[in-house]
């Protein structure tokens, strides 16, 4: 009888970048910025200081960190940088974790909405 352990083991380099993905959403103020791309569309760098009220170094760091994981797309435009929200991948993210919410007790997770 072959014993040999079939079960591979979790590619936690993988697990890592998606830890780093949720982490990132759940911030305070990416939630900030994300509902108000929801609400708002495309908006500038200045548009989102005012709707969110975010200082503009702290807002930009963000920004930058929801640009690199996919969350929110950066445009050129003419008059400089907007950006808008991927709400497709947001929506993809979002069924992931409503999934890992339904293992039950102790693997809850709260998703935006």
């Known amino acids: 009888m072959n014993t040999r352990n ?3 083991r979790p590619d936690y380099r993988k697990i890592s ?7 990132v959403i759940c911030d305070e103020s990416s939630m900030l910025i994300i509902e108000s ?8 760098l ?11 170094f702290l807002l930009e760091e963000q920004m930058h960190l929801l640009v690199d994981q996919g ?3 950066e445009l050129e435009e003419l008059s400089g940088a907007v950006f808008v929200l991927d709400e497709i991948y947001l929506a993809r993210i979002a069924g992931f974790a409503n999934r890992v919410g339904s293992f039950g ?6 998703v935006i909405s």
């Not at 970048?17 to 982490?23: H, I, K, P, T």
């Not at 791309?37 to 500038?44: A, E, F, M, P």
């Open 6 to 8: 079939t079960i591979t």
């Open 105 to 110: 007790p102790g693997y809850e997770v709260e």
């Open 37 to 44: 791309l929801r609400l708002h569309g495309i908006s500038s």
């Open 46 to 56: 200045s548009d989102l200081i005012v709707q969110t009220g975010i200082e503009k």
């Open 17 to 23: 970048q998606v830890q780093a993905l949720l982490e």
């Open 71 to 73: 969350i929110v797309q």
